[in-house]
């Protein structure tokens, strides 16, 4: 079984306490117990209705029981901060946009709470693997923002993964709508489906999967209530995952309670220590004619500029040549897709190839290691065509720092509605 961290957080009573809906968290905290054959006695009617509040409807697997709340999680109307609806940054910066126009959710399929926790329990599922050994959760664990504490990943075979796991935080605000570090998914609804199938990651094939969940007497049920009828497709299994992964949003981290309380990103926050917002400024502006980190760390979501680009971490690409694998092309060597920095304090190593082991490490490459590569992004060569140094010192680069561990969300890390429905 591979070592899920989670399983210790999740039932702290300080997680608990930051839950929004305590009725809903109450309500799946009960410890169930339940044979093969009390399975059957799920009910479909229960699932709406909120009277039966307090019980589970677990439903046994064949080795775990899967426990869902009879009311629903809500993931299909959640409430945006008024700071994702409207640009309030200053003209000095105009890359910038509200987090609402990276919105990259396809008009055929918008989340709703039952394709959503149709999603999770696919998510979870190790059925999905060919050894029924490996789930999505195994190598995008919660308690890491969706990423994983390895560098590389272990795949279900043993084998590891060519690069480093990508958090899943806000996953729905990439404008591009394109995936993986090489952005060659074209969008999420496709993307959900390549870990399944790769051969190092999950090694499964698709209509095998297929036959297999509609073998699961879970399935059923969950693939009527969101999608009208109890068919298992792929077509189905892709649009569940996507809106599940779109669903992961980051909305109540330290950032998002003090910007409430001002006007504009740029205002010094009140909940903020002074070297907090002191390393605020130094992202957004870092004055000495140095660019805003924000200029590809993007709007509140701060999710990478569209297109993908290259930051300089080599001089030369020799063995992952990032998107130009997709597209073919020389100019796209070495350019890699930005993740969201929500989250980024949770998740190290960092980069596409995790060689980072600290944000401290991280910091001291845009200090002072930018290199010449022939795509580096324009925005990071001086006026003599050579790369920047930004030139941190000791208190600047300690300031960014805590800046960055601003954007941790310990409410989305704990909230069980994203968390393993599996036990
Ligand atoms: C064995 C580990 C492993 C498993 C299992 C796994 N992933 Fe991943 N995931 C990765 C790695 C590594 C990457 C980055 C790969 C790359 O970019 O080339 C990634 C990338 C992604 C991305 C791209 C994120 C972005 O911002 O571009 C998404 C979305 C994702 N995975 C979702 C899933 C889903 C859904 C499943 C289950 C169906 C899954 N993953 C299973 C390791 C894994
Ligand atoms: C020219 C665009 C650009 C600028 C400016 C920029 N970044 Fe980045 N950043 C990137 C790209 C691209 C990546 C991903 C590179 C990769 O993995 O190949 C990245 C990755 C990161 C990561 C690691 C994320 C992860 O999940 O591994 C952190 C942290 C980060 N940047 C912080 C900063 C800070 C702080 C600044 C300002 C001092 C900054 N960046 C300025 C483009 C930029």
Redesign the pocket.
Known sequence: MVFNPLKQIRLKPLALGLISSMVLSACIEIPQEMSEDTASANDSENQENSDTAGQTDPISSSDRDLALPNLSFNYANITLPEHFLVNNYPDSMPFQKAVVEYDNTPASNPITDAGATLGRVLFYDTKLSANDTTSCGSCHIQSFAFSDPERLSRGFDGGHTRR?S??LTNGRFYESGKFF?DERAGSLEEQVLLPIQDAVEMGMDLTTLVGLLSAQDYYPDLFTRAFGDSQVTRERIALALAQFVRSIISTTSPYDLGRAQVESPLDDFPNFSNQENQGKR??NT?GNDL???A???QSEAFV??NP????G?DRRSTDDF?IAESTGLETDEG?????S?RN?AL?PP????GRFRD?DD??DF?SRDIEDHDNL?P??RDNRGQPIR?RFNRDEQRA?EAF?HTLTDTQMINDEKYSDPFE
């Open positions: 480093r990508i958090g570090w130094i992202f870092p660019p805003s980190c200029g590809c760390h990478g500029a993908a680009t290259n930051n971490l990032g350019k890699f897709k930005t993740p920095l980024v998740r960092f980069m596409h190839d944000l991280v910091i845009y992004n925005f990071l930004y960014l960055l």
